[in-house]
């Protein structure tokens, strides 16, 4: 079945510090790949999302490339603010687009 | 943000009691989800629908069961609470079935 892998948390990183969080996947087909962000006591805001191979999606600064070659989709975020801090979650749709499947989320501290 | 509210926020439960959950829409959304987040599993499905009346079983369907005889309330219930449904629980919404937005959460504790 499809799977999605995150790099393991927590990251914690000094603001201005560049920033990457990786994501693999496991699916059948070509699905959607999404990157989600939820600030404490939130619930999931979508923050980018890549539709099809070679897609950049991009959002507050968040930039993330589906990569059909490597299976992965990487965010990444070239100076990152204390306000930045959160649990971040990539995911993928099924082949139907009706479902997704989440990573386990990777929490983030920008510390000042 | 899309329009999705959820309640109660919070609820405290004893085992073996029924708890229902509702999720409310205002966007007028085909498709609506409910999950439960838990430390280190992310974010599992416990059942969808995608019409009125029209729901289908996620990854972690037992014990849980769903209605939705309008577009927008879709409602989760536990029959039999059990502590390991302890959990937040979230409820997410999608039109064209591809791209959730998700409601602010429920807190459930089950004694």
């Known amino acids: 079945g499809d799977s999605v892998t995150q790099m393991e948390g927590p990251v914690t990183l000094s603001e201005e510090a560049f920033l990457t969080i990786n994501c693999t996947y496991t699916a059948t087909g070509y699905p959607s790949l999404f990157w989600y962000v939820q600030y404490p006591g939130e619930g999931l805001q979508l923050l980018l999302k890549?539709?099809?191979?070679?897609d950049k999606g991009s959002n507050k600064g968040f930039e993330a490339t589906y990569r059909k070659e490597t299976t992965s989709f990487h965010l990444e975020k070239g100076s990152v603010q204390v306000s930045d801090s959160a649990v971040y979650f990539c995911a993928l749709s099924d082949p139907s687009g009706s479902r997704l499947t989440f990573g386990e989320g990777t929490q983030l501290t920008v510390n000042p | 943000d899309a329009g999705i509210t959820q309640s109660p926020r919070h609820k405290v439960t004893e085992t073996g009691t029924p708890v229902t959950l509702r999720c409310h829409q205002t966007?007028?959304?085909?498709?609506m989800y409910w999950y439960r987040q838990d430390p280190g599993h992310g974010l599992r499905l416990i059942h969808y629908?995608?019409?009125?009346?029209?729901?289908d079983k996620g990854e972690v369907s037992d014990g849980y069961s769903v209605s939705r005889s309008k577009t927008e309330d879709f409602l989760l219930t536990l029959e039999s609470a059990t502590s390991s449904q302890t959990s937040v629980y979230f409820c997410?919404?999608?039109?064209?079935?591809?791209?959730?937005?998700f409601g602010p959460g429920t807190r459930l504790t089950v004694l």
């Open positions: 966007e007028n959304h085909r498709y």
């Open positions: 629908s995608y019409g009125v009346k029209d729901t």
């Open positions: 997410a919404i999608s039109s064209s079935a591809d791209t959730q937005y």
């Open positions: 890549a539709t099809k191979a070679d």
